[in-house]
């Protein structure tokens, strides 16, 4: 129950395009939802977070959707660049701890 | 303002090695966490620490153990090494610990590869 399922494992999209990550969960007591991008060599640094009161949050490029009665939410970034190449964790928090999602590998063609 | 520090950044050991692991988290920061990234499984929680005490900590066997020092820093050991061992490790710092949700702050991880 603390998993969350993240999909594609890979992306790959042409420059412009629209980025789509998944991510699902079964825990009704996570209520914090950050989204962390990692560059090869890094640490994981925050992107953009949601909460379950709201269903969308958008910041610049990167948008993330929320829809809590089916425990899903996805990251959106639109036109997509060459430098959004990284690897992208979507992840929860219940009160105790973060629990992270497998991860997706995004790959930006110019 | 100094990030958040691992050292070492890459090690080789030998199975039934062990091996102690260093994390200086952002100053004033008195959460540290640990986690360990492998392909495929992404992040999985280790243990975190808060105000030097342990304050939860992840699935992993009892050859993983950490301790937190009166200025923050972190330390955490693997006993035994196990060829699945092999992982990078991440570091994370926070100025309030993790069930208030706030940001985590990374390190660029300790690469540990066990032969």
């Known amino acids: 129950q603390q998993q969350v399922k993240q999909s594609p494992q890979s992306l790959i999209v042409q420059k412009g395009g629209i980025s789509i990550i998944n991510c699902a969960y079964e825990n009704t007591a996570f209520d914090y939802f950050p989204w962390y991008q990692q560059f090869p060599g890094k640490g994981p640094a925050l992107l953009i977070a949601?909460?379950?009161?709201?269903s969308e949050k958008k910041e610049g490029r990167f948008t993330i959707s929320f829809n809590k009665s089916a425990k899903q939410f996805s990251l959106h970034i639109m036109d997509s660049q060459p430098g959004d190449s990284a690897t992208y964790f979507c992840a929860a928090n219940d009160g105790q701890n973060f629990v992270f999602g497998p991860g997706t590998r995004l790959s930006v063609l110019p | 303002k100094a990030g958040v520090t691992q050292t070492p950044r890459y090690l080789i050991k030998t199975r039934g090695q062990q091996v102690t692991l260093s994390c200086s988290p952002i100053s004033g920061h008195r959460s540290v966490s640990w986690y360990q990234q492998t392909p495929g499984q992404g992040l999985q929680f280790l243990f975190e620490?808060?105000?030097?005490?342990?304050?939860n900590k992840g699935n992993f066997p009892g050859r993983f153990s950490g301790r937190q020092f009166s200025n923050s820093r972190s330390e955490m050991n693997v006993s035994t090494l196990e060829l699945g061992d092999s992982a990078l490790y991440l570091c994370?710092?926070?100025?309030?610990?993790?069930?208030?949700?706030?940001?985590?702050?990374f390190g660029e991880g300790s690469r540990l590869t066990v032969l």
């Open positions: 949601i909460r379950p009161d709201v």
């Open positions: 994370a710092s926070s100025p309030i610990a993790q069930g208030t949700t706030g940001e985590l702050f």
């Open positions: 620490y808060f105000s030097e005490t342990q304050r």
